[in-house]
C-alpha cells in the first residue's frame, strides 16, 4: 500500500459559524452586502436579439467589451465542431458560427462566473459551486425541450438557481473578519442554509423573470410549490439529484440515475450521451486564477481534505490536451498522479489513462499541490463513469490491487 499523507479533522467548533452567519445575514437585511450587478453585456445582447434587428458585426461590437468574453466565445466555437474545421481566430466568425442563442447563455454565464472565479480565502469553495451552476445549466439545456421549457430559460436557471451560493461565500470572504479553518463540507452546511435567501435577493435586484425567480426559491422545496412555473421547478429539483448522484459516488454514472423519480429512461440515456462533451463546455469559461498560483498558495481557511489514504502504486502516462503526467497511486475513487504542470482543483478535465486497455474519462481534480521534488501531485476522481469505461476502471483496480499481494 502507498499512503499519501492526510489527517482527521478536529471537532466543528459551531460557534465562529453562527457568528459568521448573523454577520452575513445583518449585512444583506442592511443592505450592506456587495451584490455583482446584472451582466451588462448579456443585457445589450437580450436587447439585440429581441429587437431582431442585429448584424454579427453589431454582435461583435458588444462582445468586443469584455476581453475573457472574447476569449470565452472563441474557445467554444472552435469547440463547437469537435475540432473537424479549421480554427476560428475572427471574432465574427465565431458568433456566426455558435449563433445568437449559444452567445446568450455564454455571456451570461461568462459575466456571472467573474463573481466565482476572482481570488480569496473561499475561492475554491466558489470556484466548486460554479462547477456545479455550470453542470446544472448543461444538465437543463439537455433537458428541457422534452419537457416544454424555452432552453434559454432552463440554461439560466440552471446556472442561476444556487448562484446564491457563491454570493455567501463571496460575502464571508467580504465581511473582513479572521475566518475560522473548516473542513470544506463544515463551510457547504452554512452556506446551504443561507443560499436560497440570498439567491433570492440577487434576482430582485436583476429584477429577474418570474419563472427564473421561482426556480431559485422553490426548487428546494418542490413538492409544495404551487403556482404557475411548477416545471421549471421540477426541472431544477431533478437537475439537483443528479448532481448529487454524481457528487456522492465517483464512479456512478448514468445507470445510477434510475433512482432519480422525475427522470425518464429516455432522459438518463440523454445525460449519458451528454456526459463526454462536458469537459469541452467546461473548457469555454475561465476557471479563476492560474492552477499553479492557487497550488502555491492554498486556502488557510479550509481544510484540506484525505482524499487517497491508502492507494496502491502503478506507473502509466495520464494526459489532458496539452500536457502528459504519471501516475504514482491508484485507489477504488481516485488516482493520484505527479507532472510538470497544474491543473485547477474543483474543475472537470478529460484524462487520457494509458493503462490496458486505455481508459478515456471526465474527472474532477480534486487536489493539486506542489511535490518536495519538484512540479505537482494532483489527485482526481472518475466522474460519470458508466458502461465499458466503468469495467476498465474497476478492472485496473482489482488487477493493481492483487499485483501488490
Same mark, same amino acid.
Given at each position: 500500500?502507498?499512503?499519501?499523507?492526510?489527517?482527521?479533522?478536529?471537532?466543528?467548533?459551531?460557534?465562529?459559524?453562527?457568528? %459568521? &452567519?448573523?454577520?452575513? *445575514?445583518?449585512?444583506?437585511?442592511? =443592505?450592506? /452586502? !456587495? #451584490?455583482?450587478?446584472?451582466?451588462?453585456?448579456?443585457?445589450?445582447?437580450?436587447?439585440?436579439?429581441?429587437?431582431?434587428?442585429?448584424?454579427?458585426?453589431?454582435?461583435?461590437?458588444?462582445?468586443?467589451?469584455?476581453?475573457?468574453?472574447?476569449?470565452?466565445?472563441?474557445?467554444?466555437?472552435?469547440?463547437?465542431?469537435?475540432?473537424?474545421?479549421?480554427?476560428?481566430?475572427? %471574432? &465574427?466568425?465565431?458568433? *456566426?458560427?455558435?449563433?445568437?442563442? =449559444?452567445? /446568450? !447563455? #455564454?455571456?451570461?454565464?461568462?459575466?456571472?462566473?467573474?463573481?466565482?472565479?476572482?481570488?480569496?480565502?473561499?475561492?475554491?469553495?466558489?470556484?466548486?459551486?460554479?462547477?456545479?451552476?455550470?453542470?446544472?445549466?448543461?444538465?437543463?439545456?439537455?433537458?428541457?425541450?422534452?419537457?416544454?421549457?424555452?432552453?434559454?430559460?432552463?440554461?439560466?436557471?440552471?446556472?442561476?438557481?444556487?448562484?446564491?451560493?457563491?454570493?455567501?461565500?463571496?460575502?464571508?470572504?467580504? /465581511?473582513?473578519?479572521?475566518?475560522?479553518?473548516?473542513?470544506?463540507?463544515?463551510?457547504?452546511?452554512?452556506?446551504?442554509?443561507?443560499?436560497?435567501?440570498?439567491?433570492?435577493?440577487?434576482?430582485?435586484?436583476?429584477?429577474?423573470?418570474?419563472?427564473?425567480?421561482?426556480?431559485?426559491?422553490?426548487?428546494?422545496?418542490?413538492?409544495?410549490?404551487?403556482?404557475?412555473?411548477?416545471?421549471?421547478?421540477?426541472?431544477?429539483?431533478?437537475?439537483?439529484?443528479?448532481?448529487?448522484?454524481?457528487?456522492?459516488?465517483?464512479?456512478?454514472?448514468?445507470?445510477?440515475?434510475?433512482?432519480?423519480?422525475?427522470?425518464?429512461?429516455?432522459?438518463?440515456?440523454?445525460?449519458?450521451?451528454?456526459?463526454?462533451?462536458?469537459?469541452?463546455?467546461?473548457?469555454?469559461?475561465?476557471?479563476?486564477?492560474?492552477?499553479?498560483?492557487?497550488?502555491?498558495?492554498?486556502?488557510?481557511?479550509?481544510?484540506?481534505?484525505?482524499?487517497?489514504?491508502?492507494?496502491?502504486?502503478?506507473?502509466?502516462?495520464?494526459?489532458?490536451?496539452?500536457?502528459?503526467?504519471?501516475?504514482?497511486?491508484?485507489?477504488?475513487?481516485?488516482?493520484?498522479?505527479?507532472?510538470?504542470?497544474?491543473?485547477?482543483?474543483?474543475?472537470?478535465?478529460?484524462?487520457?489513462?494509458?493503462?490496458?486497455?486505455?481508459?478515456?474519462?471526465?474527472?474532477?481534480?480534486?487536489?493539486?499541490?506542489?511535490?518536495?521534488?519538484?512540479?505537482?501531485?494532483?489527485?482526481?476522481?472518475?466522474?460519470?463513469?458508466?458502461?465499458?469505461?466503468?469495467?476498465?476502471?474497476?478492472?485496473?483496480?482489482?488487477?493493481?490491487?492483487?499485483?501488490?499481494?
Amino acid at each position: 500500500m502507498v499512503a499519501i499523507p492526510g489527517s482527521t479533522p478536529p471537532p466543528i467548533p459551531r460557534k465562529p459559524n453562527l457568528d %459568521l &452567519e448573523v454577520m452575513l *445575514t445583518t449585512r444583506l437585511e442592511a =443592505d450592506r /452586502l !456587495r #451584490l455583482p450587478p446584472y451582466p451588462a453585456i448579456a443585457l445589450k445582447l437580450q436587447k439585440l436579439a429581441s429587437s431582431g434587428r442585429y448584424s454579427s458585426r453589431d454582435l461583435c461590437a458588444t462582445v468586443n467589451a469584455d476581453a475573457a468574453l472574447v476569449a470565452a466565445v472563441l474557445r467554444r466555437a472552435n469547440a463547437a465542431d469537435g475540432g473537424r474545421a479549421a480554427a476560428i481566430t475572427s %471574432l &465574427e466568425a465565431a458568433v *456566426t458560427r455558435i449563433g445568437i442563442e =449559444d452567445l /446568450l !447563455r #455564454l455571456a451570461i454565464a461568462q459575466s456571472v462566473g467573474v463573481t466565482a472565479s476572482g481570488s480569496g480565502p473561499l475561492a475554491s469553495l466558489r470556484r466548486d459551486s460554479w462547477r456545479c451552476s455550470l453542470l446544472s445549466a448543461r444538465i437543463a439545456l439537455e433537458l428541457a425541450g422534452r419537457r416544454g421549457i424555452s432552453p434559454d430559460e432552463a440554461f439560466v436557471a440552471g446556472l442561476l438557481h444556487d448562484f446564491g451560493a457563491i454570493i455567501v461565500l463571496a460575502g464571508l470572504e467580504d /465581511l473582513k473578519v479572521e475566518l475560522p479553518v473548516l473542513p470544506a463540507k463544515t463551510w457547504k452546511i452554512l452556506v446551504d442554509r443561507l443560499h436560497v435567501k440570498f439567491g433570492s435577493v440577487v434576482a430582485k435586484r436583476w429584477n429577474l423573470p418570474p419563472a427564473i425567480y421561482q426556480a431559485i426559491i422553490a426548487h428546494h422545496d418542490v413538492a409544495n410549490y404551487v403556482g404557475p412555473h411548477g416545471a421549471l421547478v421540477e426541472l431544477m429539483a431533478t437537475v439537483d439529484q443528479i448532481n448529487a448522484i454524481f457528487e456522492r459516488a465517483p464512479t456512478a454514472g448514468p445507470s445510477a440515475l434510475c433512482e432519480v423519480e422525475r427522470l425518464s429512461e429516455d432522459e438518463r440515456e440523454r445525460v449519458g450521451a451528454m456526459i463526454p462533451q462536458i469537459a469541452e463546455f467546461m473548457a469555454s469559461f475561465e476557471a479563476g486564477a492560474s492552477a499553479a498560483a492557487e497550488a502555491r498558495a492554498p486556502s488557510a481557511v479550509v481544510k484540506p481534505a484525505s482524499i487517497l489514504d491508502d492507494g496502491w502504486p502503478v506507473e502509466f502516462d495520464v494526459a489532458t490536451k496539452r500536457e502528459t503526467f504519471r501516475s504514482c497511486a491508484i485507489a477504488p475513487n481516485t488516482l493520484a498522479f505527479r507532472g510538470a504542470t497544474a491543473l485547477m482543483p474543483n474543475w472537470l478535465a478529460q484524462l487520457d489513462l494509458a493503462c490496458d486497455p486505455k481508459l478515456d474519462m471526465l474527472a474532477n481534480i480534486k487536489t493539486c499541490e506542489p511535490h518536495p521534488e519538484g512540479g505537482y501531485l494532483l489527485t482526481a476522481q472518475p466522474f460519470g463513469l458508466d458502461g465499458a469505461d466503468k469495467q476498465i476502471w474497476f478492472n485496473l483496480i482489482q488487477r493493481t490491487r492483487a499485483a501488490q499481494g
